[in-house]
């Protein structure tokens, strides 16, 4: 599992990691993609 982390680890700190979790920050700050989240984890717990 540590060779996993560390693999997540590299790629976030690379330009195209960076990239990535700068959208999904953004995408994250828009309130209809909280509700979405939330709504879809609600369903999620019922299972």
Known sequence: MAG???RIKTF???PRGR???AKARAL???PRN???AR???RR???R
Do not use: Y
Request: overall charge positive; aromatic content about 4%.
């Open 12 to 14: 976030l700190r690379s």
């Open 39 to 41: 709504q879809a984890a």
């Open 19 to 21: 990239e990535l979790s």
């Open 4 to 6: 996993l982390l560390n």
């Open 34 to 36: 909280r509700e979405r």
């Open 44 to 46: 999620f717990r019922r």
């Open 28 to 30: 994250a700050r828009d």
